[in-house]
């Protein structure tokens, strides 16, 4: 069947975990669901409960996206998630940990982190509206659903956030290889907002004038340092595991 292509499109999802996720946000607003005729087959369950599925061909999939994304034969043509503001989040008073990502680009890490803040129980994560990538199909892929569950909130001003996140009974700790604590020795708790830098040149410095205190990761000395997400799922697993189970 024949279909108008999605270059005008406002927004779209691909892969099977992300469009699965978006298809149960009862937030997410779907206009239409593209699938091949394999996909088709081997989602049926799921997709049967939407009106608006088409048939596709691969190739012509291909086409929509980047070059090299993996759609795994389905695309959604939806609406960017509404997010709320970091003064409507704190107004609801989510005792969770937080993560700020001080000007983070790469949407494929920011994918990454959304990931690992939804396995760990992180309440929202928050980025600067310039220098950051928004919502997208490439950051959706890697968030592999959790996109769905973990608020991405977008701030003008990090500096100013932190201090609004402050005001709200939250530490503010940020990741810093030369830290002299690790993040274990700073008994951190669920009010904790954790900072993360940019990949390459770490924390601006306001930024780091503006923690409570710097952390680290214990690392060997062969390794200068992690891949931001890489270190955001470290941090983040250390933190549950004291939270939630302080005797492991």
Not at 136 to 141: D, H, L, N, T
Request: charged share 20%; hydrophobic share 45%.
């Amino acid at each position: 069947m024949k279909h108008a292509p999605l270059k005008h499109s406002p927004h779209y999802l691909f892969g099977n975990h992300a469009v699965l996720a978006a298809m149960g946000n009862p937030l997410r607003k779907i206009k239409r669901i593209l699938v091949t005729k394999n996909t088709q087959a081997e989602l049926a369950s799921k997709l049967a409960a939407f009106k608006n599925v088409t048939l596709s061909e691969g190739s012509k999939l291909d086409a929509m996206l980047p070059p090299g994304s993996v759609h795994q034969g389905i695309i959604m043509e939806c609406e960017p998630l509404p997010q709320p503001s970091l003064q409507e989040w704190l107004a609801e008073g989510i005792h969770k940990p937080i993560l700020l990502l001080d000007q983070v680009s790469d949407p494929h890490n920011v994918g990454a982190i959304l990931r690992s803040a939804a396995a760990f129980d992180v309440g929202a994560v928050i980025g600067t509206d310039r220098n950051a990538p928004s919502e997208s199909g490439v950051m959706a892929k890697t968030a592999s659903g959790a996109m769905e569950v973990v608020p991405l909130i977008t701030v003008v001003n990090l500096v100013q956030a932190i201090e609004l996140i402050k005001k709200s009974g939250y530490w503010i700790a940020g990741l810093d290889g030369a830290a002299k604590q690790t993040i274990a020795e700073a008994k951190l708790d669920s009010k904790t907002a954790l900072v993360l830098g940019a990949e390459g040149s770490g924390l601006r410095r306001l930024t780091s004038e503006h923690c409570d205190y710097l952390v680290k990761l214990p690392m060997s000395s062969r390794m200068e340092s992690l891949n931001v997400s890489n270190a955001a799922a470290v941090a983040l697993y250390d933190l549950y595991r004291r939270l939630y189970n302080p005797a492991a």
